[in-house]
């Protein structure tokens, strides 16, 4: 990832807004650590400093009050775009925010796929990160059944395949996928007590 202006202004911004939020399964690590992550991954393909710095800025408008104004105003139209573009609407209810979403997801920009496709990545491997260091007790952490996000991950997973075939983060999105549906599966095969 280049050190531009433009994607240092975002890391700093990204860090403003998200400053004392906490990653849910990666030992409560700062939330930054999600976002750097994500906009590492869409950099390693050599993507413009736009499409970086929306990465870093995936979760502004969705878990902050930030609104696309004023990510506008602090970048440009591209930028505001592309994180508009990955936004879930937390006025929803789960299941319809997700459903708008996929739906979303569908229609989006190849840029902005890649961006929701990294965020993912990261969530998953953070998931099962966080499996193996603390047990199934972690799952309780999220509001839903783990179930509920495999079948979520598997229908953005269908949509980078069908968009993506032939990129490296689609496979690396399958390849998690797959690592998150055998952790998932092989807890419900285990004898409770």
Known sequence: MNHTPQIKKAIQYAARKHDG???????GL???THLLSVALLVAEDGTDDDVVTAALLHDAIEDTQTTQEELLAAFNERVAELVLEVTEKKELSWEERHERYLERLEAASDDALLIAI????DNIEDKLAALEREGPSFLKRFARRPQAYVEFYGKCLAIAERRLPEHRLSKRFAEAHAQEVAAISGLNEKPTS
Do not use: F, S, V
């Open 21 to 27: 939020h906490k990653r849910l399964g990666a030992e």
């Open 118 to 121: 990294a965020d993912k990545i």
């Open 30 to 32: 700062p939330y930054i």
